[in-house]
């Protein structure tokens, strides 16, 4: 059975950081994109961060560029979400996702086009909160 696990948030104050990591089990997603989403009380889930099946190629939200960045350990199959100078509109419930089998196997066109939609991918964790005061 396959499970991603998210861990490491908290409750931090503006200006922190904080590194989020999720940990697969049940096979292995070395050559699947993954990505990092995050759900608002009230709002819709938004993508936050992605990355290539290699970890060569990474891409993020405006919000977050320059403060956050996204990496994976194919040997842990584990990737990671390090979490720089927080601001209270990062507070969010924070999952992480595998990209479907369609985003796996597309190619850089299809990718660069489709990596922030939800529904690009197939599985995703239960998520962890992060809670950032002022």
């Known amino acids: 059975q396959v499970q991603l696990v998210e861990s490491g948030g908290g409750t931090v104050q503006a200006g922190d950081s904080l590194r989020l990591s999720c940990a697969a089990s049940?096979?292995?997603?070395?050559?699947?994109?993954m990505g990092w989403f995050r759900q608002a009380p009230g709002k819709q889930r938004e993508f936050v961060a992605a990355i290539t099946w290699n970890g060569g190629t990474t891409y993020y939200a405006d919000s977050v560029k320059g403060r956050f960045t996204i990496s994976r350990d194919h040997a842990k199959n584990t990737e990671y979400l390090q979490m720089n100078s927080l601001k209270p509109e990062d507070t969010a419930i924070y999952y992480c996702?595998?990209?479907?089998?369609?985003?796996?196997?597309?190619?850089?066109?299809?990718?660069?086009?489709?990596?922030?939609?939800?529904?690009?991918?197939?599985?995703w964790g239960q998520g962890t909160p992060v809670t950032v005061s002022s």
């Open positions: 996702a595998v990209g479907s089998e369609r985003l796996s196997r597309s190619g850089r066109e299809y990718y660069s086009g489709n990596y922030a939609r939800v529904e690009e991918y197939d599985y």
């Open positions: 049940g096979r292995t997603f070395a050559s699947y994109p």
